[in-house]
């Protein structure tokens, strides 16, 4: 099944909780969690046959705070999380908690997607297959060794998780798609944003430039489905779409101005 036909064009980023004031406050990330989980009730009340739109928890300042707020959100909904890797480092710790809360998967940061397609590791190889169930563009790990290993262990660590990639051009985008056969990517900053601020913006011309290019490059072969993040809102994904992309990604038009407690509600087509 193609890869775009299991995404909503909207994909949610949370705000980073370790910005409460002060971070560790129960109160305060009490009221994050609560949040998150309003959201994803309200987000799953939906008139069509797409699924839902997923979720990404983000926490560059405290990752540990990501699986501490998915640990307390309702096992029915914790499929739709998506955990921030920020840190190769936590890259093994973040998959592994995926697996053991039955979390949605990973939205690695761009530095991390690059240094796992390089690792030709073992170990790297293992966390490959652990995201995608397979490895690299053969469909495979390249190692029997490794496979070996995977076929000792309990089935339900194959699952392939939802695996997103931060992208800033179009060799990004092919290497999302090929080595690292990622669900999806996210290319930015489209336009200036608050939440991301950077003075070189692709523009709406450079979005559909990159995909263009990223197509060519591709030979033939499936392109990861793209969404446009930086400075954008819901009513940019007609722009979106006609650029090449599948769909719209953000914080603040998403995460700040729409009111699911109150029961605002995404419209799409």
């Not at 979720?55 to 990752?63: A, F, G, T």
């Not at 590791?121 to 190692?143: F, I, N, S």
């Not at 072969?221 to 993040?229: C, K, N, Q, S, T």
Request: charged fraction near 20%; proline fraction near 6%; charge should be negative.
């Amino acid at each position: 099944m193609p890869r775009n036909r299991l995404l909503n064009p909207w994909y949610i980023i949370s705000d980073d909780p370790g910005r409460l004031q002060p971070p560790s406050s129960s109160c305060n990330l009490t009221a994050f969690i609560t949040h998150t989980t309003t959201l994803l009730a309200r987000t799953a009340q939906r008139g069509n046959a797409q699924p839902p739109p997923l979720v990404q928890l983000r926490s560059k300042l405290n990752p540990k705070l990501q699986i501490a707020v998915a640990e307390q959100i309702p096992c029915t909904d914790r499929h739709r999380l998506l955990l921030n890797v920020s840190d190769r480092a936590l890259l093994a710790e973040s998959v592994e908690a995926c697996h053991e809360l039955g979390l949605g998967g990973v939205h690695l940061a761009g530095h991390v997607a690059a240094a796992l397609a390089a690792d030709a590791t073992t170990d790297g190889r293992r966390l490959l297959q652990l995201l995608t169930g397979c490895g690299k563009e053969d469909g495979g790990v390249g190692d029997e060794q490794v496979k070996e290993e995977e076929n000792d262990a309990d089935s339900t660590s194959h699952r392939r998780l939802v695996f997103g990639v931060s992208c800033h051009g179009s060799e990004d985008l092919v290497q999302a798609s090929n080595d690292l056969q990622a669900t999806f990517a996210v290319l930015s900053p489209v336009l200036p944003s608050t939440s991301c601020p950077s003075d070189q913006t692709l523009g709406w011309d450079g979005f559909e430039n990159h995909i263009r290019t990223a197509l060519a490059m591709q030979a033939g072969r499936e392109l990861v489905p793209v969404y446009a993040l930086g400075g954008v809102g819901p009513s940019d994904l007609p722009r979106a779409v006609a650029a090449g992309g599948h769909g719209i990604a953000g914080i603040k038009c998403f995460w700040h101005d729409m009111n699911f407690a109150s029961g605002d509600r995404l419209i799409y087509k």
